[in-house]
């Protein structure tokens, strides 16, 4: 699949993105096991030995949660993918890692370490800045349908609701209460993990085509857009 990319890999409104990154205090911030819950449940929805959770700030790329390459907190701006991906008007992004696919970045450490497939959506925010990607990755080319592309973008949106969330609990010093919330989404996130174990050992991969596992799929994500609907308006309330 080809995109077309712009010709440079910092738009002209990158200040203004930048400043809505920050305003999350997110970027190089350790750890959570809530984005990690997120990243694990895109490789298996995906069936793909990789996926990440990463933020594009000025020169680097920061990985705020790896499943399936642990260990690596990041790349320079100009040798993520990630950074290319936010640049585009669609929803998903999917690339080779061939130099020709995308000429913005150097794709030398994916090559490296036998990358040949990205696809990811987008963490959009409130005021519509792309802030970062949700991104599934893998060593094998691959094509990924219109059904899988709308659960990746609704999944990305779901992780984007979640860093809203969470800097509205911590700007409000509600640490308790972000602790409490981030429990509920674990529980959901897990319950919804065992589904698609499930439906990937039955299958050997999760058949999207397939309305009746469509259906379950997205009766998972209503219910995790619940649970943040109603944590959003308490924090709000």
């Known amino acids: 699949m080809t995109t ?15 400043r809505t990154l920050h305003q999350y205090n997110i970027v190089n911030t350790t750890p959570e096991p809530i984005f990690d819950d997120y990243t694990a449940w895109a490789a298996q929805l995906f069936n793909t030995p990789i996926s990440l959770i990463s933020l594009v700030d000025d020169e680097y790329v920061w990985f705020k949660s790896v499943t399936g390459a642990e260990g690596i907190s990041g790349l320079p701006r100009v040798e ?29 450490v994916a090559q490296a370490i036998g990358l040949k497939f990205y696809a990811g959506a987008a963490l959009q925010m409130p005021d519509g800045a792309r802030v970062g990607m949700l991104a599934v990755i893998g060593r094998e080319f691959r094509q990924i ?18 860093i809203d969330l969470r800097a509205r609990y911590l700007k409000g010093q509600q640490q308790e209460e972000w602790e409490t919330a981030q429990s509920e989404l674990a529980d959901t996130l897990d319950e919804n993990s065992a589904l698609a174990r499930y439906l990937n050992s039955r299958n050997q991969g999760i058949d999207y085509e397939d309305d009746e596992v469509a259906q379950l799929i997205g009766r998972r994500l209503d219910g995790l857009a619940r649970v943040l609907k109603r944590r959003m308006a308490q924090v709000a309330g």
């Not at 990319?5 to 002209?12: E, G, K, T």
């Not at 696919?101 to 150097?106: E, Y």
């Open 4 to 18: 077309n990319f712009p010709d440079s890999l910092v738009p002209a409104h990158d200040a203004a993105r930048l």
């Open 80 to 108: 993520s993918m990630c950074s290319a991906a936010i640049l585009q008007n669609e929803p998903v992004v999917t690339s080779d890692y061939k130099p020709e696919s995308c000429t913005l970045i150097k794709p030398d």
């Open 145 to 162: 349908s219109e059904r899988e592309k709308a659960v990746l973008a609704r999944l990305a949106a779901l992780v984007s609701q979640t």
